[in-house]
Antibody, heavy 124, light 107 residues
Framework: QVQLQQSGPGLVKPSQTLSLTCAIS??????????WNWIRQSPSRGLEWLGRTYYKSEWYNSSAVSVKSRITINPDTSKNQFSLQLHSVTPEDTAVYYCARGGGREGYRNFDYWGQGTLVTVSS | DIQMTQSPSSLSASVGDRVTINCQASQDISDYLNWYQQTPGKAPKLLIYDASNLETGVPSRFSGSGSGTHFTFTISSLQPEDVATYYC?????????FGGGTKVAIK
């Protein structure tokens, strides 16, 4: 059974960096048949996919254009986890952030396991 | 980006009723569509993948159909535990996008 456990602060100051980690159990961040995603949810934006990292003989990243210049998603194979960094945050980045495993064929088809969610508030 | 439009945004039905939710894609996405259920304070849960396939362990009263740009999600007999918000999501192309959600309540 795959489980994803999120950790990180719930309050970030404007212009600073939001940092979250997602620890994986029951699968490997280096799996060739999964992708590792970050998704956020807010009343104004709904569910918004932010980006993903995955391993297919080498590491790849993809991200949404809306955050492309500010986002970093990194795998950590030594701890079997992956992380999200969102730089230069504003109050618009206030949301519940989820990590999720990409499942289905090669991990591209759906989000079959999710973390518990972390409410991140951007405020001074 | 592919826009996903769900209708209605909310509905209220009686226990035992048949409930239908629509999802329209802004371009042809074949059957690259999933449906999720989200209850308050919880993460979304995958119910239907590839437009019409039931995820393991999901009750058979849930079903999905459609291809191209128009998709339908159905609860054949609404149960009290089905009170939730339901979302469609396309994986035809990046960025992966979700519909705005349909909130289902019991009348």
């Amino acid at each position: 059974q795959v489980q994803l456990q999120q950790s990180g602060p719930g309050l970030v100051k404007p212009s600073q960096t939001l940092s979250l980690t997602c620890a994986i159990s029951g699968d490997s961040v280096s799996s060739n048949s999964a992708t590792w995603n970050w998704i956020r949810q807010s009343p104004s934006r709904g569910l918004e996919w932010l980006g993903r990292t995955y391993y297919k003989s080498e590491w790849y990243n993809s991200s949404a254009v809306s955050v492309k210049s500010r986002i970093t998603i990194n795998p950590d194979t030594s701890k079997n986890q992956f992380s999200l960094q969102l730089h230069s945050v504003t109050p618009e980045d206030t949301a519940v952030y989820y990590c999720a495993r990409g499942g289905g064929r090669e991990g591209y088809r759906n989000f079959d396991y999710w973390g518990q969610g972390t409410l991140v508030t951007v405020s001074s | 980006d592919i826009q996903m439009t769900q209708s209605p945004s909310s509905l209220s039905a009686s226990v035992g009723d048949r409930v239908t939710i629509n999802c329209q894609a802004s371009q042809d996405i074949s059957d690259y569509l999933n449906w999720y259920q989200q209850t308050p304070g919880k993460a979304p849960k995958l119910l239907i993948y590839d437009a019409s396939n039931l995820e393991t362990g999901v009750p058979s009263r849930f079903s999905g159909s459609g291809s191209g740009t128009h998709f339908t999600f159905t609860i054949s007999s609404l149960q009290p535990e089905d009170v939730a918000t339901y979302y469609c999501q396309q994986y035809h192309s990046l960025p992966l996008t979700f519909g705005g959600g349909t909130k289902v309540a019991i009348k």
